[in-house]
T-cell receptor, first 109, second 114 residues
Framework: TQLLEQSPQFLSIQEGENLTVYCNSS?????LQWYRQEPGEGPVLLVT?????EVKKLKRLTFQFGDARKDSSLHITAAQPGDTGLYLC?????????FGGGTRLMVKP | EAQVTQNPRYLITVTGKKLTVTCSQN?????MSWYRQDPGLGLRQIYY???????DKGDVPEGYKVSRKEKRNFPLILESPSPNQTSLYFC?????????????FGQGTRLTVV
C-alpha cells in the first residue's frame, strides 16, 4: 500500500489569509492530483501535476510537485469563504489511484 | 449529461443481511472503482476494474465483492455486512490514461450497519 499523508488535517483561517497544504509520501508517483470535495458530493478534480518540480496555477491556487515525485503542496493566496471544503491529494502509480487523508479547510468571513 | 450514478444514496441495514450498491456511468469509461471514506482516513480503494470481466483488489477489499459484467455497471456487494462497514462509499469511473487520468465520482452512498 502506498500511503499519502496530508497536513494539516484541519485548518480554520480568516478571509484574506494565505495557507499551504502538504501531501507527502515515501513512494514515487507517476503523477499527483488534487481534488476538492463539498459536503454531500463526490470529489472533483482540480489539477494534475505530472513532472517533478512542476508548478501549476489556477487563479489563487498554486500546486507544486516535488522534484522526487513523492510530495506535493497546495498554496491558496487570499483565501475566500468559497474555498471552504475538503481538499484531497491523490497519487497515481500503476493502475491505482491512492488518496491522502484530506485537509478540511474552513475560511471565515 | 456525463455522470456516475450510485444507488441508494442512504441505506440502513442489519448485520448479516446481504446488500448491493449499484453504480452506473454513461461516459463509456473502461476504469471503475469503489472507495470508502472514513473520517481522517481519506478515500480508501476497495476494488477496481480495468475493463469488463477484469477486477482487482484495492487496499481494503475484505468483506466486499464486485462484478463487471457490463462496461457501464460496477455493483458493490456486501454478502454479510458488519458494523465496521458503516461508511460513506463512492464509485468512480475514468478513461484510464495513466498519469493524466481524471476520476469522476458519484454522489456517494451512506451506509449504516446496525
Amino acid at each position: 500500500t502506498q500511503l499519502l499523508e496530508q497536513s494539516p488535517q484541519f485548518l480554520s483561517i480568516q478571509e484574506g489569509e494565505n495557507l499551504t497544504v502538504y501531501c507527502n509520501s515515501s513512494s514515487v508517483f507517476s503523477s499527483l492530483q488534487w481534488y476538492r470535495q463539498e459536503p454531500g458530493e463526490g470529489p472533483v478534480l482540480l489539477v494534475t501535476v505530472v513532472t517533478g518540480g512542476e508548478v501549476k496555477k489556477l487563479k489563487r491556487l498554486t500546486f507544486q510537485f516535488g522534484d522526487a515525485r513523492k510530495d506535493s503542496s497546495l498554496h491558496i493566496t487570499a483565501a475566500q469563504p468559497g474555498d471552504t471544503g475538503l481538499y484531497l491529494c491523490a497519487g497515481i502509480a500503476g493502475n491505482m489511484l491512492t488518496f491522502g487523508g484530506g485537509t478540511r479547510l474552513m475560511v471565515k468571513p | 449529461e456525463a455522470q456516475v450514478t450510485q444507488n441508494p444514496r442512504y441505506l440502513i441495514t442489519v448485520t448479516g443481511k446481504k446488500l448491493t450498491v449499484t453504480c452506473s456511468q454513461n461516459m463509456n469509461h473502461e476504469y471503475m472503482s469503489w472507495y470508502r471514506q472514513d473520517p481522517g482516513l481519506g478515500l480508501r480503494q476497495i476494488y477496481y476494474s480495468m475493463n469488463v470481466e477484469v477486477t482487482d483488489k484495492g487496499d481494503v477489499p475484505e468483506g466486499y465483492k464486485v462484478s463487471r459484467k457490463e462496461k457501464r455497471n460496477f455493483p458493490l456487494i456486501l454478502e454479510s455486512p458488519s458494523p465496521n462497514q458503516t461508511s460513506l462509499y463512492f464509485c468512480a469511473s475514468s478513461s484510464w490514461t495513466g498519469r493524466d487520468t481524471e476520476a469522476f465520482f458519484g454522489q456517494g452512498t451512506r451506509l449504516t450497519v446496525v
